[in-house]
């Protein structure tokens, strides 16, 4: 109210009645908006798998809708409430281009927020440039999300692939003996982002890669591809796989008896759906690198933020399953969403929007592992860079080591 | 050396589950003349109830034959109540309803039990073969089962006069039913047939690759492919289709390797194995279109 008086007076004693007239329209509106924001409402565009292959996806559309209700419900973003669209794609990309022009050309949404997955969103990259529509916190881990010169409306969220296979190089090349690494990899941009990444990060030691399998992603078993790996003698195993396969290989280098240094990717680190179904006879020991809460693990049992999200997941979200980390990324990404929207002050457009997005400082978000921060600027959009390691000990992950960085390319 | 025989090992392992599959759709062909897309799905489904049935305290081999027994009644009852209406129906109708049919056990297994991998049991001991590392005892104990299910299909087929009625309904309606045969009925039964046997099928392939809606969509594509290759009309070239292909794909991968060895180059490897073994597939069918072991179907006109 303040800000407003302070503008008509402002206007009022300016001698043009052309600014007066402006300042009339400010009295009227409390701010300044593009599309899909006004002083009530705030409308948010979200695409999702929930049918198809990639539907076990869905839960975050869920939960994300879920942890929206619960900001409305505690007065909105400065007091406008949020109205979140989400529509299904399939996982389909032709069929998110669709639903995307719809979210911006019918329902006028004021931004995207966190579509997921890594064809769709690649499928509707130029669309949302050329429309200038924020395309913020995608659900999708590739590298080339944060390249703000070309796509200066797009951002990722989470620590990129390209990133992490650098981090695990570097541990390789520093505590594996003599390293001859066997790399197994789903045939497609996910799985080559990382490959790119641990090539990278070993540099001049790129030779150690001794043995790359690939499967497909409509190949029934990776048995194969295992018996092959163990057969090049590598003592270091580099697992690009999504969470069957990962179950899969992991159980299946048991069964044949080979037991590398095994790296697996954070794509894949449930212990409900991965480890667990894969035994934790033979998980042990297995590094990988993390930057969430896992509610599988005991050590955050007393966590203040776990604490407000199980209290969240039982009033906003009941019947999802509290095991399943989803739920956790959803909540964790939607506070850095809700937290951008809420520096944009009363200026909510659509460029003042990735000025803000652009401009996160050591934000906190609740669920980053301790040490982990959201840190964004115009020329750096990859919003979390920092992953924690960690090894699979009994029936859990436990942290080691510090917080590891890297830039990526 | 050790790496082709563990190779054609794991194939043989692999082929048993496509052998499974193969099966059940050789069963709906035998029995109705069609080919069911929606198989894999509702093996999948099956395996979902037994699953649960497992979950709610019983005995392995209990939940089994009970899910058995239930995917027959549901099979009946699908070919009743669904596709009983489409019987003067042109084919694509039924195509379409099969596609409906898939999209619907997805979906409901999904908002059912969710999408996320479980693990399932396997009723087999563990290394009791002494021979793990080669070959698991689960995947030695599919290669059993399929085996067995084999034989007794043969069986009820070749000696039973229910099995007789059945392939003579699926083959000539019209001169069956002046026989004498409830062709109708025939018809549900061979679907119930149909849908007991993927249920062991999916029962079998869920503890390989866990549990999950989607976890026949791969699988189904191999069965087709090895069903095809030993001949659709033939339960027993079906299955030794199905055990082709296994162990094709992964030859085609370790002789891509050992070529990439010897020579420096990449011709073939993991990312092709599909495609070669289709490859050799469509070629084995140019030359002999109802497959290795199908019978030659004349039709008078």
Redesign the interface.
């Known amino acids: 109210m303040k800000t407003t008086r302070r503008g008509f007076v402002g206007g009022a004693s300016a001698t043009a009645a052309l600014l007066a007239g402006g300042a009339a329209q400010a009295q009227a509106q409390k701010g300044k908006y593009d599309e899909g924001a006004s002083d009530t409402e705030i409308k948010i565009g979200h695409t999702n798998p929930y049918s198809g292959p990639a539907s076990a996806y869905g839960v975050i559309g869920k939960a994300e809708e879920a942890y929206w209700r619960m900001v409305n419900d505690t007065g909105g973003i400065n007091g406008r409430k949020v109205k979140f669209i989400t529509l299904d794609d399939g996982y389909s990309p032709p069929k998110t281009v669709e639903v995307v022009r719809q979210l911006v050309e019918q329902e006028k949404v004021l931004c995207l927020f966190n579509p997921l997955g890594t064809p769709t969103n690649t499928a509707i990259h130029k669309y949302v440039n050329l429309k200038k529509i924020p395309h913020l916190f995608l659900s999708t881990g590739a590298s080339k999300w944060g390249n703000p010169k070309e796509f200066p409306w797009t951002m990722g969220w989470q620590p990129d692939y390209h990133t992490e296979g650098v981090i695990y190089a570097k541990h390789i090349l520093a505590n594996v003996k003599d390293p001859k690494i066997a790399v197994l990899m789903q045939n497609d941009d996910y799985g080559k982002d990382y490959y790119e990444g641990l090539r990278a990060g070993l540099g001049k030691d790129v030779g150690k890669i001794v043995k790359h399998a690939t499967y497909e992603v409509t190949d029934p078993t990776v048995d194969s591809q295992v018996i092959q790996l163990k057969d090049s003698g590598a003592n270091a195993f580099f697992n690009i796989t999504t969470p069957k396969f990962a179950a899969q290989s992991i159980r299946r280098a048991a069964e044949i008896g080979w037991k590398p240094a095994h790296y697996l990717n954070s794509v894949s680190v449930s212990v409900a759906t991965v480890m667990k179904p894969a035994g934790f006879e033979n998980s042990q020991n297995i590094i990988t690198a993390s930057y969430l809460k896992d509610p599988t693990d005991k050590q955050f049992d007393n966590d203040d933020d776990m604490k407000a999200w199980r209290a969240w997941m039982a009033k906003y979200n009941p019947g999802a399953n509290v095991a399943d980390i989803n739920n956790v990324f959803a909540y964790a990404v939607s506070y850095t969403m809700g937290k951008t929207l809420e520096q944009c002050g009363n200026e909510l457009t659509r460029a003042n929007l990735m000025k803000q997005a652009a401009s996160l400082k050591k934000l906190k978000v609740p669920l980053l592992l301790p040490g982990i921060t959201v840190n964004t600027s115009p020329t750096d959009f990859y919003p979390i860079q920092s992953v924690r390691l960690a090894q699979f000990k009994g029936e859990s992950w436990e942290l080691f080591g510090e917080v590891m960085s890297s830039e990526s390319a | 050396m ?2 082709l025989i ?2 054609i090992a ?2 043989l ?2 082929g048993a ?2 052998a499974c599959v193969a099966l059940a759709l050789v069963m709906i062909f035998v029995s109705t003349d069609h080919i069911n897309f929606a198989q894999g799905e509702m093996a999948m489904f099956s395996t979902y109830i037994s699953w649960q049935l497992i979950q709610w305290g019983l005995d392995y081999w209990v939940a089994f034959f009970l899910a058995v027994a239930i995917s027959f009644v549901a099979g009946v009852l699908i070919e009743r109540i669904v596709l009983r209406p489409l019987h003067n129906a042109p084919l694509l109708s039924i195509v379409v309803v099969f596609i409906g049919l898939l999209a619907i056990c997805n ?1 409901v297994a ?1 908002t059912v039990w ?6 399932y049991p396997t009723p087999f001991p563990k290394d009791v073969f002494g021979m ?2 080669l070959i ?1 005892a689960h995947q030695l104990g599919v290669v059993i089962v399929t085996l067995v299910v084999l034989t007794l299909l043969y069986v009820f087929f070749r000696y039973t006069p229910l099995g007789l009625a059945m392939r003579a309904a699926a083959q000539n309606p019209v001169s069956a039913r002046l026989a004498g045969v409830r062709v109708d009925w025939m018809l549900a039964l061979g679907w119930g047939l149909a849908a007991a046997v993927g249920a062991v099928a999916g029962m079998m ?1 869920a503890h ?3 549990l ?4 026949m ?3 189904l ?2 069965a087709f492919a090895g069903a095809l290759l030993g001949g659709i009309s033939n339960p027993g070239g079906a299955v030794l289709g199905g055990f082709i292909v296994g162990v094709l ?2 030859l085609v ?2 002789l891509g ?1 050992a070529i990439e060895k010897g020579l420096g180059v990449y011709i073939i ?3 092709e ?2 495609t070669v073994a289709l490859i050799i597939v469509i070629t084995v069918l140019t030359l002999k279109p109802s497959g290795l072991f199908g019978r030659v179907v004349v039709k008078r006109v």
């Open positions: 050790e790496q563990q190779q794991s194939g392992a692999n589950i496509y979906s999904g969710s999408y996320l991998i479980k693990e793990s590392g698991g392939v390989i690759v866990y999950d809606p989607n976890m969509a791969g699988i594509l191999y794909e992964n991968a370790y390797n490897g993991n990312g194995k599909l």
